[in-house]
């Protein structure tokens, strides 16, 4: 019987590693054909047996199912962009895009807002909203240009947020920051995009 993704073209950043692995193997037990892109092939986490053994496009392709990997640095918009112009030729159109990818730079040195540091800032809002940011909006414009399905959608965005994104810590503003522009410009693309492409979720992480 097929899965409930059979045959849809995906799309999910951050996917060499932890969650961003876990959801491009579920997507492709689904039935999904899975663009797995990341800044690197092999899992940061390479002290886990598991992600270490296999990349993740390798592990879904060894059972059967169809992916491939395609580098990108979701601060850049030419990136992003190149990478759903991939998905898009790889597969004919693209059905999902999972803006995953994420950090948390204050983790290893936590502090309140009169001490935070500011390339930790920087970098934290370039990948965790501006990088959502450039998924929405090149994935979207893509997702316009082609038919939809017999549900009337052309596809689905689906943006990784955190509980973070909806009450704060005191010691990650950066996070916190970040988090909370990725809930609201979900709000703000599902109104614009809602009606002509597909319903936008944003998912605690």
């Known amino acids: 019987m097929p899965g409930r993704l059979q045959d849809k073209i995906a799309v999910i950043t951050g996917a060499s590693s932890g969650l961003g692995r876990a959801i491009a193997l ?9 663009v797995c892109a990341d800044l690197r092939e092999g899992s940061r986490y390479t002290s886990s047996t598991a992600e270490s053994a ?14 491939i990997f395609v580098s ?3 601060t850049s918009a030419a990136q992003v962009e190149a990478l759903v112009a991939r998905a898009v030729e790889w597969g004919g159109r693209l059905d999902v895009m999972v803006n995953n990818a ?11 807002i009169w001490e935070a ?3 930790a800032w920087d970098k934290t809002n370039a990948v965790n909203s501006t990088g959502v940011f450039y998924g929405c909006k090149y994935a979207s414009a893509a997702m316009l240009k082609q038919a939809p399905h017999a549900s009337g959608d052309r596809g689905w965005i689906i943006n990784m947020a955190s509980i973070y994104g909806l009450v704060a810590t005191g ?3 950066a996070y ?9 410009l979900t709000r703000s693309c599902a109104l614009a ?13």
Do not use: F, W
């Open 171 to 173: 010691t990650a503003p």
């Open 54 to 67: 296999s990349t993740t496009h390798d592990a879904i392709t060894q059972k059967g199912g169809n992916a």
């Open 72 to 74: 990108c640095d979701t």
């Open 102 to 112: 994420g950090i948390a730079a204050e983790s290893s040195d936590p502090k309140p």
């Open 26 to 34: 579920a997507y492709a037990a689904e039935g999904a054909q899975v």
């Open 176 to 184: 916190c920051a970040s988090k909370g522009a990725v809930v609201n």
């Open 117 to 119: 540091d500011l390339a």
């Open 193 to 205: 995009c809602g009606p002509k492409v597909s319903a936008l979720r944003s998912m605690s992480a």
